[in-house]
């Protein structure tokens, strides 16, 4: 068995530490594939996990990363043979499974995505597993019936990752985006993206009114608290609002006005152990419904060696669009 780096997330009494050191391959978890990792990304709940701010990491020690890109070097999976692209997000890879952030991974066959055609492993990382519930959430509000001719769609956190996914697949799709962001200065970007109209987001952070005007037909929210409330409020009547994170907070400071007197629906996404059927037709979407252009816009590259100074970034709210992070 051969060692690779990897970056390795460890507990001890004074505390959590993390640093990017050899691993043993024989120390790797069961699994019945192992993957050669090339491309991985930095998502919120990277961010979260490397700095020790939240109880991401369940078991230590841990090979951080949420999610890869890499090829099948051995595998007792039915589905899978050496040689084969694959995709993984979630499945408590990073968390109670050693991650992405390492040369190698060995995991389990049902939880891998086949790359789609046309698609490289970069830029399936480019989309990462924020992109990835983006198109859920989108999914989500096709299915509750918010289509392009019932109005335009909010878009919160439009800047971070999931936000500039989903501003680029909403406009392909038709619709009229309207981008909210604590970062005026990314204007520009978010209109080159596809945004129709950029807000402020202290227009969404005050105390929500239990109703208020309506302004959109739906929304996507990587924020909650006061701003999705505040979303809520202002969502027309029939609409729905897909509610995907928790940048500004756990809680919800709401009342049941938007639902029970504008009939709204409250669309909870899940991208960790969402059923594999429905992360396959998200990917296979994201094949054809995002426009590989803006995704090489929203996207920046950087080794697996710079990943623990990068990562904290994300908490603060300054990173733009998807970091993509080479391993191999």
Known sequence: MASFKAIVIEKGEAGQSVALKDFDEADLMD?????????STINYKDGLAIAGKAPV??????????????????????AWQAGDEVILNGWGLGETHLGAYAHKARVKGDWLVRLPAGMSAREAMAIGTAGYTAMLCVMALERAGVTPQRGPVVVTGAAGGVGSVAVALLK???????????RPQEAD????????????????SGPAKPLAKERWAGGVDSVGSTTLANVLSMTRYGGAVAACGLAGGMDLPTSVAPFILRAVSLLGIDSVMCPLPLRQEAWKRLG???????????????PLSEVIATAPGILAGGVRGRIVVKIG
């Open 31 to 39: 699994g019945d594939v192992t993957v050669r990792v090339g491309w």
């Open 57 to 78: 990491v369940r078991r230590f020690p841990m090979i951080a990363g949420i999610d890869f890109a890499g090829t099948v070097e051995t595998s007792s999976h039915p």
């Open 172 to 182: 392909k799709l038709g619709y009229q985006v309207v981008a909210s962001t604590g």
């Open 189 to 204: 970007y978010l209109k080159a993206l596809g945004a129709a109209e950029v807000i402020d987001r202290k227009e969404l």
């Open 288 to 302: 054809t419904d995002l426009d590989r252009s803006k995704l090489a816009a929203m996207s920046t590259e950087i």
